[in-house]
């Protein structure tokens, strides 16, 4: 499980439905992970 994964599922377990964001190469992880989702 990579750490963009373990925030997804934090997120996901909080009960996070909407989430605003920046573009830039250290978070694209993260939105890789939550479009796998």
């Known amino acids: 499980m990579t750490g963009a994964q373990i925030v997804v599922e934090a997120l996901r377990e909080q009960g996070v439905s909407v989430m605003f964001g920046y573009p ?9 992970a939550l479009y796998g989702q």
Do not use: E, M, R, S
């Open 24 to 32: 830039g190469g250290a978070v694209l992880p993260i939105y890789d």
